[in-house]
């Protein structure tokens, strides 16, 4: 959000702009960047997949 203040100074107007930055929270960022997100889980979710697989066909006499 942008905050703009003027002000005066020896007889010349000045104007500030000030930024405030609000914490959005975890939910919203999830909702904005929801397809990085999925591709975290799809991925852990392979990884896993491969990784069993691999265990489960070791020789383990």
């Known amino acids: 959000m942008e905050v703009t203040e003027t002000i005066e100074i020896n007889g010349e107007t000045h104007t500030i702009t000030d930024y405030k930055v609000e ?31 691999r265990f489960l066909r070791m020789d383990l006499r």
């Open 23 to 53: 914490y959005a929270g975890v939910g919203q960022a999830i909702k904005k960047r929801s397809l990085n997100v999925a591709l975290l889980v799809v991925m852990t979710l392979v990884y896993l997949g491969v990784a069993t697989w």
